[in-house]
């Protein structure tokens, strides 16, 4: 399936570390994007990197793409107890039926400790 | 901008009974909208897609009969679930985007709904 991969599954740190998520994936891409949550509430988009992209920023976000190995990674900077939350991968393509869709990752569960 | 609602954020019901989920895109016009489910601490699995003014495109898997979409204008589609059986208890997202091609495009989410069949 084109369903990503994310790993750690679950992440626990102290406040003012740094925060490493991988992502992987199976298929090309048109573009990965990191998405948030917050247990039981909605999705927060995070950053969108294209295919032909390999980093970007985005405050203490930084997101690197390497389409060789179908890998992304989401580092979280200077982590804070109110970056505690789930962070998903999507991965951005066109289906056999020519179809665009969000395919996601499974996620991982980050937890910042004051 | 690109906000997205739903309503309700949480519904009760009896199994047996019909349940409609709203979703609005409030300061935008949203030519597709997607339904997806996520169960307590799994990922999001994507339901349908549908385009404002034709049928959804559902995903293997999802029955059309029980998951009825309508998207009759660009600010609003309904999800409702028919029937409703305990197992159908989950929480229900919708996202809404402004276009369907173009290099890169962004999916904004709503908050969730959360159904509990009883």
């Known amino acids: 399936s084109q369903q990503g991969e994310e790993d750690p599954q679950a992440l626990s740190i102290q406040e003012g570390e740094n925060a490493t998520m991988n992502c992987s994936y199976k298929?090309?891409?048109?573009?990965l994007q990191w998405y948030r949550q917050n247990s039981g509430r909605g999705l927060v988009h995070l950053i969108l990197?294209?295919?032909n992209e390999r980093e970007k920023h985005s405050g203490r976000l930084r997101v690197t793409l390497d389409t060789s190995k179908k890998s992304s990674s989401l580092l979280i900077t200077a982590s804070r107890a109110a970056d505690t939350a789930s962070y998903f991968c999507a991965t951005d393509f066109y289906n056999a039926g020519n179809n665009r869709k969000l395919i996601w990752g499974l996620g991982t569960s980050l937890a910042v400790n004051p | 901008g690109a906000v997205v609602s739903q309503h309700p954020s949480w519904v009760i019901c009896k199994s047996g009974t019909s349940v409609k989920i709203e979703c609005r895109s409030l300061?935008?016009?949203?030519?597709?909208m997607f339904w997806y489910r996520q169960f307590p601490k799994q990922s999001l699995m994507l339901m349908a897609t549908?385009?404002?003014?034709?049928?959804?495109?559902?995903e293997q898997g999802v029955e059309k009969d029980k998951f009825l979409i309508n998207h009759a204008s660009l600010t609003l589609s309904t999800l409702t679930v028919t029937s409703a059986h305990p197992e159908d208890s989950s929480f229900y997202i919708c996202s809404a985007s402004r276009g369907t091609s173009g290099f890169s495009y962004e999916q904004y989410f709503g908050p969730g709904t959360r159904l509990t069949v009883t």
């Open positions: 298929t090309s891409i048109n573009n």
């Open positions: 990197i294209r295919s």
């Open positions: 549908s385009n404002e003014g034709s049928k959804a495109t559902y």
């Open positions: 300061d935008f016009q949203a030519t597709t």
